[in-house]
C-alpha cells in the first residue's frame, strides 16, 4: 500500500489566494482527519470524516476553510481567502474507525502565505 | 472527554542512555493508547499501540512502552538511546470501540540525543 497520500508537499502562495490540499486516504480505511501543525499551537484536528460524512468541524479556524470528501478516496481541504497566518502543516491522516489500529499520517503539505 | 498529558516539552539524554518520555492519560472509558514518533519534516509514524491485550507493549526500534491503569500512564521507553532516536514523541488516547473514534494527542516531548 502507498499509504495515505497528500499534494502537494509544498504550496507557497500570495495573501487572498484560494489554497487547495489534497488527500487520498488508505484504500479500506473509512475515517479521514486533517490536522495543523504549528510550532506556537502543536497538533491541531481540524475536522474529521466518517464514512464520507463530516463528523466534527468544531476545530476548522473560521469560515475561510472548507473541506470536503467526495468519496472514500479523496479529500480536499480549501483556504479561501488565505492569509499569513494560515502558514503551517497540513497533515491528513485515515483510519479503520473503532479497530484501535490508530491513523496513518501523510507526508504532509507545508503551506506558507506571504 | 479524554486527555492526554506528556510531562516536560523536552528531554535531552547521552547516546546509550535510558530514555524515558512520561505520558498520563484520562479516559472515562477503558482507552486505546499509542505512541507516535515525528522526524524532521516527515508524519507522525505509529511507535506502538496498547489496545487491552498485554500490559507491556514492545514497539519498533526497541521503544516499549507499559499500561499501567492504576497509574492512568503510558510512558515510553528504551534502555539505550541512539542517535537516530532524536526526534518528537507524542502520546496519543482514544476510547476502545465505537464506529466513530478520534485520537486525542499530547502535545509532544522532543528527544535530544547528545553524543
Known amino acids: 500500500d502507498a499509504g495515505v497520500i497528500q499534494s502537494p508537499r509544498h504550496e507557497v502562495t500570495e495573501m487572498g489566494q484560494e489554497v487547495t490540499l489534497r488527500c487520498k486516504p488508505i484504500s479500506g480505511h473509512n475515517s479521514l482527519f486533517w490536522y495543523r501543525q504549528t510550532m506556537m499551537r502543536g497538533l491541531e484536528l481540524l475536522i474529521y470524516?466518517?464514512?464520507?460524512?463530516?463528523?466534527?468541524d468544531s476545530g476548522m479556524p473560521e469560515d475561510r476553510f472548507s473541506a470536503k470528501m467526495p468519496n472514500a478516496s479523496f479529500s480536499t481541504l480549501k483556504i479561501q481567502p488565505s492569509e499569513p497566518r494560515d502558514s503551517a502543516v497540513y497533515f491528513c491522516?485515515?483510519?479503520?474507525?473503532?479497530?484501535?489500529?490508530?491513523?496513518?499520517f501523510g507526508s504532509g503539505t507545508r503551506l506558507t502565505v506571504v | 472527554a479524554q486527555s492526554v498529558t506528556q510531562l516536560g516539552s523536552h528531554v535531552s539524554v547521552s547516546e546509550g542512555a535510558l530514555v524515558l518520555l512520561r505520558c498520563n492519560y484520562s479516559s472515562s472509558v477503558p482507552p486505546y493508547l499509542f505512541w507516535y514518533v515525528q522526524y524532521p519534516n516527515q508524519g507522525l509514524q505509529l511507535l506502538l499501540k496498547y489496545t487491552s491485550a498485554a500490559t507491556l507493549v514492545k514497539g519498533i526500534n526497541g521503544f516499549e512502552a507499559e499500561f499501567k491503569k492504576s497509574e492512568t500512564s503510558f510512558h515510553l521507553t528504551k534502555p539505550s538511546a541512539h542517535m537516530s532516536d532524536a526526534a518528537e514523541y507524542f502520546c496519543?488516547?482514544?476510547?476502545?470501540?465505537?464506529?466513530?473514534?478520534?485520537?486525542?494527542f499530547g502535545k509532544g516531548t522532543l528527544l535530544t540525543v547528545n553524543p
Open positions: 491522516a485515515s483510519s479503520l474507525a473503532g479497530t484501535g489500529h490508530g491513523y496513518t
Open positions: 496519543a488516547v482514544s476510547d476502545s470501540g465505537g464506529s466513530n473514534y478520534k485520537l486525542t
Open positions: 470524516f466518517n464514512n464520507n460524512v463530516p463528523i466534527d
